[in-house]
């Protein structure tokens, strides 16, 4: 399901703040400088920073194909005109790189959570606009509840289950989105693996190994990678799809945030400004003379 674009009648606003620190570092590295980004995180955090895609390089330089640092990046994005903070806070947001053998095995993990922080407290009455971002965003109706000071929401397709949070803290907003594709990762492997896998396994037993006991073994055996490959390759694909469309999610919702801090800022001078008025009373302006009319 591909997210809808929520509309926008606002100019631009600045790229991704700088997010909380995710909740298990100990994947991490040191320093980011430490980390080398991939050809999709390359792009992602182009974009991210420049809000211009059209305007970027689509993969990483022909001598870079084992990733980039964070300092590459930036070098990169200096020669392309963008600020090398915005390149920083962009890259902050994606998660920490996967160390796990069964994780990088299968092709990435099915779980995504990303975190970041908006300017300004979102006024409690304006959580739930917030959170209607990923309603719109995603198309699924889902839950929401009060939490903690903050607002909660979840939602699912069946297959894969959705839950965002917008939480104030000090003359900030912490806001975090999170996505469970453990049930299309299992269809993939299950589905098309175990397919591809038992269709090569057919054709070699009657073509190579015959259809003893001994031949059927030898079969599945020989067709097992195969079908594993295959479903590995489709999995993969699809989950930095759905890394881009939960980065695109939570950047609506920090954009909205902050929108909606800004417009109760708005509310609150003008309401001063007529409290004044309508308290002292509007005096006429003097004339020429000194005198009032």
Not at 269 to 279: F, P, Y
Request: aromatic share 4%.
């Amino acid at each position: 399901m591909e997210f809808q674009g929520v509309a926008r009648s606002r100019s631009v606003r600045p790229p991704l703040a700088l997010p909380m620190p995710p909740t298990d570092t100990s994947s991490m590295p040191r320093n980011q400088d430490e980390r080398r980004y991939s050809d999709e995180e390359f792009a992602v955090i182009l974009r991210t920073a420049s809000e211009t895609p059209e305007a970027l390089p689509p993969t990483l330089p022909p001598d870079s194909q084992d990733g980039l640092t964070l300092s590459e990046i930036t070098e990169i994005a200096q020669e392309v005109g963008i600020d090398p903070e915005k390149v920083s806070r962009a890259a902050a947001l994606l998660p920490p790189s996967e160390t796990s053998a069964l994780t990088k095995l299968i092709g990435g993990g099915p779980r995504y959570r990303m975190e970041c922080t908006a300017q300004g407290a979102v006024p409690t009455e304006e959580l739930r606009r917030v959170v209607e971002v990923a309603r719109t965003t995603t198309g699924i109706q889902g839950e929401t509840r009060e939490v903690l000071g903050g607002v909660e929401w979840t939602g699912s397709t069946g297959t894969t289950g959705y839950g965002v949070s917008v939480t104030p803290r000090g003359d900030e907003t912490h806001l975090q989105a999170s996505a469970n594709h453990t049930e299309v990762m299992a269809g993939i492997y299950g589905g098309v693996g175990m397919g591809v896998m038992g269709a090569i396994s057919l054709t070699l037993a009657k073509l190579v190994f015959g259809e003893s006991d001994a031949g059927i073994i030898a079969s599945i055996l020989s067709g097992a990678p195969a079908g594993f490959l295959v479903a590995r390759t489709v999995w993969t694909r699809s989950a930095k799809r759905y890394r881009r469309r939960l980065l695109h999610l939570l950047d609506l919702m920090r954009r909205e945030a902050e929108d909606a801090v800004e417009d109760a800022g708005s509310e609150n001078a003008v309401e001063e400004v007529t409290g004044r008025l309508g308290g002292d009373g509007v005096k006429d302006a003097p004339d020429e003379a000194g005198e009032e009319r």
